[in-house]
């Protein structure tokens, strides 16, 4: 096989933004993580109660196989599953990867495992742009959680635990059971509204299920931001044929994205996340209309792809059957970028963030990322993908 990364390593890893020397700056990171198949041993199915708010997580849960027994449920229900079909019903929705990771399975997926995959992932987030901030960062997308509960104990990993991040997770109606999630360090982040968006996409006229977009607005440090996090339907069945459900998520993003920013032009948006193409996909440029250059940038084109720079470069995030391809992404609005230091948050640095210790030394997947599973079996590793974040700054503020 090729070995594709130990070339790209020489390749920048990052995409920087000028700032004056000698002036104080407060930073701050925000990144996200492909955690692979973050699942706890517990096999669960999904316990949808209508009868409640469905802007509420509680609407929505993971539960133990074992206690379905004592839930109510109205009906088996055999309809499509979407938040306003279900108004008022009380259903079980089992996951096709249920019975995938316990102990008794194929994986042997046991807690001893489970906990090394925990402090493995959080050694990663502690690491994100801590050369930049001394700190991990403020804010962190998760992509391919089981669910809260595997979020919960992420957080109280004794790397990231001091950090005090706060969860914003909802259950996705995606057939494997995985979610995307945002933690946040509650000192310097404090959300103000979150909610996700379902994206409907067909395949031959038959309803599938993805992830929902996870949408979230707050205060970063006293300035309003929000965070659109992503994982975009695969490129199962091959890329041609799988585009148009990307085409269909970026028409989403884009449509959730543009309706933050009228509502208040002022908001810093950062959209990220694994979104299955590369930065000059279709879905991207067409649909979404991210640019690749801050010269384009413009009214009717307000999105910078920030991976634009570092895919010309040859810089890749994965790769499957030796092709590289830089599907970890992310997107900002036109007003986070300037080439100047000013008094609110602009881009000082984006990267792909590849350490060795998350790059494979041996076997068919050397050089590419460290990921944890190789068919069946734990490897002991990381992820199938590199990390990404950007470096936001500003000038410090003076007594």
Not at 388 to 393: E, R
Request: charged share 25%; net charge positive; hydrophobic share 35%.
């Amino acid at each position: 096989m090729k070995k594709i990364f130990s070339l790209l390593l020489a390749a920048v890893f990052c995409y920087s933004f000028s700032q004056q020397k000698g002036q104080l700056r407060r930073v701050a990171t925000v990144g996200f993580m492909n955690v692979e198949n973050l699942w706890d041993t517990i096999a669960s199915a999904d316990y949808i109660d209508g009868t409640k708010d469905i802007s509420n997580p509680a609407f929505h849960r993971s539960v133990p196989l074992d206690s379905l027994k004592y839930l109510e449920t109205t009906e088996e229900y055999k309809g499509e599953w979407s938040d306003a079909l279900l108004k008022g019903k009380k259903v079980v929705r089992n996951q096709i990867l249920a019975d995938d990771f316990t102990a008794k399975s194929s994986k042997n997926w046991n807690t001893k495992n489970y906990n090394n995959k925990l402090g493995n992932i959080a050694k990663v987030i502690s690491e994100m742009g801590a050369q930049y901030t001394k700190i991990p960062p403020v804010i962190v997308g998760l992509i391919e959680v089981e669910n809260r509960q595997v979020v919960e104990d992420l957080v109280k990993q004794p790397l990231l635990a001091k950090y005090n991040y706060g969860i914003i997770h909802y259950n996705s109606y995606d057939a494997r059971g995985i979610d995307v999630a945002v933690i946040y360090q509650k000192r310097r982040f404090t959300p103000t509204n979150s909610l996700k968006k379902e994206i409907k996409i067909y395949d031959d006229g038959k309803r599938t299920y993805t992830r929902d977009i996870l949408v979230v607005s707050g205060m970063l440090d006293n300035e309003k931001v929000a965070i659109f996090m992503n994982h975009w339907p695969s490129r199962s069945g091959g890329e041609a044929r799988s585009l148009p459900k990307r085409n269909a998520a970026a028409v989403v993003l884009k449509q959730q994205m543009d309706s933050v920013r009228a509502a208040d032009p002022a908001t810093k948006l950062i959209a990220m996340g694994d979104f299955n193409d590369d930065p000059v996909s279709a879905s991207l440029k067409n649909y979404l209309k991210a640019t690749g250059s801050p010269k384009d940038l413009s009214e009717d084109t307000p999105y910078l792809n920030l991976m634009y720079p570092l895919y010309k470069k040859g810089v890749a995030s994965l790769a499957y059957q030796d092709a590289p391809n830089l599907f970890d992404q992310i997107i900002v609005s036109q007003n986070l970028v300037s080439d100047k230091l000013q008094k609110d948050f602009t881009l000082f640095k984006t990267e792909i963030f590849a350490p060795s210790y998350l790059i494979s030394t041996e076997g068919n997947y050397k050089g590419y990322p460290f990921r944890s599973w190789n068919g069946d079996r734990y490897t002991g590793g990381y992820s199938d993908h590199f990390p990404a974040f950007i470096v936001l700054q500003r000038e410090a503020e003076t007594k």
